[in-house]
């Protein structure tokens, strides 16, 4: 249960400003590694015949290196959704009585990394108990598929086009809700949960039908200083109007923050009363609601950091589920591992090893990414990836003689001459919603696997995700 925050009550009434500011939207800038060569012309005269300096080999992975490799890794049956789920027994050991299994993905659009999701997904559920998936999906629309999975209730496909992000908006995903809703089908009780903040438009919507059913006579004051966020949250197809929230001056949203506090202090206070007028979860949902508000607006306003955010939402959920409560993580590689500044990281220091992360890597193949050209957008296609970056951990992976495997890293040796290549630094591929085909080494980052994943899943020939066309709901 949450504490009451005593503070002051704002009274001043909130006027939107019609000055707005521009501003520039802001892309973040990959690093590009431009290499150089040299060439001089050899001498003129017939004899001696030129010099040329031998060109230098590329580098080669050790042969001992791939020895270790595959004494080390588990060989996968591969992302076939009919196949028996025998060969993931080692996930038993692996995971043990942990309450977070965090599952990556290499690039937000590669089928066999969903597929290979999906099967740990059935396992974790059907061998280990683990209790609900939760997406990096938005919180409040997802909240509908959960119904969906329990009881039926909607379209599957409306309802997964209603997390508006085209990365869950595919076949995989939609086989994985289909599995979902026939195991509980069956009498089981396994949930769907989104635990990210970046669409508040249907939790604005949750907060303001609440307030008209617990309190119709309180509604309008809520209303009115909510009113502030109206016109910039997204509609049910979630696009944005413009200009956008965070175009608006300081001084507006520093207003509107305010009016936020104010909603939620006012709705702690009367905890007790609303939530014998409703229930202790519609209560609770109402809560989460606003924080998801409080979020939005913060990370808008540059203020907070999406990844914290959405690790707090994550407990959150496991507080929902109770003290035996297991719960699988779904997102990008970036978002789960131990870093500092990731959502990984940030459970980390509240988990430990009560949770397991599973990292997702490839070796050659097709990825569904929105193409980049420069700063532009261009279109959502499928794309091709480049070769593995030399001396990148993709690059000694792709010498396995598995195609598909599982490396355990927690508790690993290291120390053998064999193994050190395995502690980095080193390359790994870092590709989410967008790509440029002309800059594929850019799309990398400065890895330590072990330090940030207890397991890697490798697959060494991949192909695009089978998009969906959106549908979306009517209505929130």
Not at 40 to 51: A, L, M, N
Not at 452 to 468: G, H, I, N, P, S
């Amino acid at each position: 249960m949450h504490t009451l925050r005593k503070r002051p009550v704002a009274t001043a009434t909130y006027r939107s400003q019609s000055a707005r500011a521009s501003r520039a939207a802001v892309v973040p800038l990959l690093l590009l590694a431009f290499v150089g060569a040299c060439s001089s012309d050899g001498p003129t005269e017939p004899d001696p015949p030129p010099v040329t300096e031998p060109e230098a080999p590329e580098p080669t992975v050790p042969a001992e290196a791939t020895d270790w490799l595959n004494a080390n890794v588990i060989p996968l049956d591969g992302s076939d959704l009919q196949a028996d789920l025998s060969d993931l027994d080692v996930l038993r050991s692996l995971v043990g009585d942990a309450r977070i299994v965090s599952l990556g993905e290499g690039t937000h659009g590669t089928r066999e990394f969903f597929q290979m999701k999906h099967r740990i997904l059935r396992f974790l559920v059907e061998e280990m108990g683990f209790d609900a998936i939760a997406m990096e999906a938005t919180w409040a629309e997802s909240n509908r598929l959960d119904d969906y999975v329990r009881t039926g209730n909607g379209d599957a496909r409306e309802l997964l086009s209603g997390l508006y992000f085209w990365t869950w908006n595919t076949e995989s995903v939609l086989d994985m809700v289909g599995w979902l809703r026939g195991w509980n089908e069956a009498g089981h009780d396994v949930g769907f949960y989104g635990f990210d903040m970046r669409f508040p438009g249907m939790a604005l919507h949750n907060v303001d039908r609440f307030l008209e059913v617990v309190d119709p006579e309180a509604a309008p004051s809520y209303d009115e200083r909510l009113e502030c966020l109206r016109p910039f949250v997204n509609g049910p197809d979630g696009r944005f109007p413009t200009p956008s929230y965070g175009a608006q001056s300081t001084l507006y949203r520093s207003l509107c923050r305010g009016e936020l506090q104010w909603a939620m202090d006012s709705l702690r206070v009367e905890e007790d009363r609303y939530v014998g007028l409703s229930s202790r979860a519609a209560f609770e949902h109402a809560e989460r609601s606003l924080r998801i508000l409080e979020q939005w607006e913060l990370q808008a306003s540059d203020r907070g950091s999406r990844d914290v955010f959405m690790a707090e939402n994550v407990d959150w959920l496991l507080d929902q589920l109770g003290p035996d409560g297991k719960l699988v993580l779904w997102a990008h590689n970036s978002h789960v591992a131990r870093l500092p500044s990731s959502m990984g990281g940030e459970l980390d220091a509240r988990h430990g090893d009560d949770m397991v992360v599973l990292g997702f890597a490839f070796g050659e193949g097709q990825f569904s990414a929105v193409t980049m050209a420069g700063s532009s957008f261009v279109d959502l296609e499928s794309q091709t990836a480049a070769p593995p970056r030399i001396d990148s951990y993709e690059m000694y992976f792709a010498t396995a003689n598995a195609p598909t495997f599982l490396l355990p890293l927690r508790g690993l040796d290291l120390s053998p001459p064999e193994a050190s290549w395995m502690t980095g630094p080193r390359q790994m591929r870092f590709i989410g919603c967008c790509y440029d085909p002309a800059r594929s080494s850019a799309f990398h980052y400065t890895a330590r696997l072990p330090e940030e994943f207890d397991a890697l899943v490798w697959v060494a020939q991949t192909t695009a995700t089978r998009l969906l066309p959106f549908r979306y709901p009517q209505g929130f």
